[in-house]
């Protein structure tokens, strides 16, 4: 892995390079995705039938659209007894942690007679995106549905793409299934995004889209956003380590090595106030890479988005973790607690040389859906409060408008809002 | 205001007819404006003050960019003192009713040596857009940076179009300082946006931008949206009433039209279980509107998207306004808190005869940026929620993951994920 000596430029530079994987700099897909969406919007499921057979291969009518009961148990039969276990020991921890998220209507009340409050309702309908092929990762399915689950919305909706034999992935079928998905649809893509937004006859029109995807996917959410919420748009995996000379070096590589094996855009970067802790890792590094099955891909990963960081001390450390805003942060060093306390900017923390970042993707409970490529400054890991919205509630008595009203119609008419003055003065004239 | 009795069809034609006003059905202009952002974004400054000559007719400058103190003064100088007394006790409401929506972090922490949390941190850096001209309305200006504030958010960039002369209402101004935003740059439009979003020499990059526009900020908003966070993409203003035989019907006549005064692309509604109630608001409508100051607006709104529709009960009344999803709701019913148990979609729950929605547009407290055309169903009131972001903590002691490592290890695994396996493995070898 590359070293760098953390200076002004060097960080400008490392910054440019990383947004160069933002999902928002492949606009020259824009306008394929922009027709398949008004394209699905104007012709329902034929559309989307039409879509599935030229990108999936696959032969989908009304009659297999839907994964059956039948299928479902043949999932069931393929995946191990082991992977069950695990999964369903995953999900009463997810369940457990993001039963802590939710949030309650609340109201304050006053004795001249008014009530102010937010009342909390769960959306009715979510469509969940769960990429096919490669990217099939039950986990995945698990993270995305079970917020949704605890919220309360009333019916889960999922999208995958079919294989060309028209079958969906097992895992994720029988990750969906014991997480609680209502329905799934055998459909993947751009299509898939527009069917949710707009219904088709076969598909109901969702009030939020949630789920990772490939770059159409995320076009094409960015382009129903508005007709529909949607989830942050999901860009390639980051870690982040902040150590210092108290670390494991093994641990530390080893952790770089888990968020550089997901794709040849991930970025796996670690920040040292140690140059004895830098060749350390990057010797480790180097012989796991040649250990490890997704060998190609960390590679090229780690030779694009790699790098091994030298601040002069942990708080430079913080300053550049911070400005990159990372989706996995981990903080191995002496006091770890105490960093966290200068941490602005980043999806998930894990402290401490045993919180490996593994853990929280598959089994600690916080979701693994986290904002990439620097959105943490902005977004937050996906959540109960996803699948929530709130109203505001207001009371007044005629005791409690009286000695206001003329205040607000001055207000209102500052503004020559004048039908605005009228309604409050219409219930004071004699 | 035409009278309709509510069946499927009838319900259908309206939703389609209240969904032509979306912001999302302006796809002529997007070239424009992606123009624009891009111009923007490539020559900072430069373009910004082209722009600003040529859509505001302003000679802008970096040397008068910002607002200085002497405008300002100016501006307090030019607002009646009733009017700051006012703003100020709007100010005292609001902040009020913000404070109650406050989140905290938290932890759970278990005996074997598991903490798992959430952390919350305030944005650092907020771009709130203010209108100019004849939409320019102070208590906007309040119930954008307001939230912001008590968030704790640390910078609060505002951008507003300056006037021919190069001046900013001076309304806006008073709000703005009153409400705390710490400098305000004289441009509007596309390019404010875009400056927000990227930065320019004068304006630093800000982390998520709100406020309302018009359709080029809408558009902006929504092709920056990834860069950085928005707020939900304002359409027009509406509000809805249920009302049963005991309403007063002046007064539901007279809410109408405080919404319908907005723009030609108001939309007011009256659900009621009374013909003879419809009547009466009828004629009242009637009587009103030849008397206020904003006649031509008012006939054009109602004409276009006013309605008085006729149900057969509450429960009727209930499930067209869950349809239509309304920014403003009115419950002027015999009992309006049951009623208001069964509504699902509303951006603003106003409850009972004397909580007239002027009330909240000003004074109560409660955010007036509300999800408008049908977002209620997915969007929220802009809150406090708005202004922070949320950090997932997690840590785990070797005596907690020891006994489940291989469970992870094996989930890992199952995913075909080996550096992830790794990753645990290596903690616990020889």
Request: glycine letters at 6%.
């Amino acid at each position: 892995m590359r070293k760098i000596k953390l200076t002004k430029d060097a960080v400008d530079g490392l910054l440019d390079n990383l947004l160069k994987r933002s999902p928002n700099n492949y606009g020259q897909y824009t306008d394929a995705v922009n027709e398949i969406v008004e394209t699905v919007k104007k012709d329902g499921d034929a559309a989307v039938f039409e879509y599935t057979k030229k990108f999936d291969g696959a032969d989908i009518t009304p009659e297999n659209f839907i994964v059956s009961d039948a299928e479902i148990e043949e999932a069931y039969a393929v995946v191990s007894a082991d992977v069950l276990e695990v999964i369903r020991k995953a999900i009463v921890n997810i369940r457990t942690y993001h039963e802590k998220q939710k949030q309650y209507s609340w109201f304050d009340s006053q004795p001249n007679g008014t009530i102010l409050g937010q009342k909390v309702t769960p959306l009715t309908r979510v469509g969940v995106y769960v990429p096919g092929g490669k990217a099939a990762y039950p986990s995945s399915v698990l993270m995305n549905i079970l917020p949704a689950k605890v919220a309360g919305v009333e019916q889960i909706v999922m999208v995958t793409p079919p294989g060309k034999d028209g079958k969906v992935n097992p895992g994720t079928l029988v990750a969906a299934k014991e997480a609680g998905a209502d329905v799934v649809y055998k459909v993947g893509g751009a299509q898939a995004i527009a069917a949710l937004a707009f219904g088709t006859e076969s598909i109901p029109k969702v009030d939020k889209i949630v789920g990772p995807g490939n770059i159409f996917v995320a076009l094409a959410k960015k382009a129903v956003y508005g007709y529909v919420s949607i989830d942050s748009i999901a860009g390639p995996s980051e870690i982040l380590v902040i150590a210092d000379e108290t670390a494991n070096p093994r641990y530390v590589a080893a952790d770089l090595l888990s968020q550089a094996e997901h794709d040849e855009l991930a970025s796996a970067i670690l920040v040292t106030t140690s140059e004895s802790l830098a060749d350390q890792v990057s010797e480790e590094v180097d012989a796991f890479v040649k250990k490890l099955s997704r060998r190609t891909i960390l590679e090229k990963s780690l030779e694009n988005y790699g790098y091994i960081l030298i601040a002069e001390d942990l708080n430079g450390a913080v300053d550049i973790a911070n400005a990159i805003a990372s989706e996995h942060l981990e903080i191995v060093t002496k006091n770890p607690f105490e960093v966290m306390t200068q941490i602005k900017n980043a999806g998930a923390i894990f402290l401490g040389e045993y919180s490996s970042e593994p853990l929280g993707d598959y089994f600690a409970g916080p979701n693994h859906v986290l904002p990439t490529n620097g959105t943490a400054k902005f977004f937050s890991p996906l959540s109960v409060d996803d699948f929530i919205k709130k109203s505001s509630i207001i009371y007044y008595s005629r005791q409690a408008l009286e000695p206001v009203k003329d205040e607000i119609i001055k207000f209102a008419e500052s503004e020559s809002l004048t039908a605005h003055a009228n309604s409050i003065r219409v219930r004071f004239e004699k």
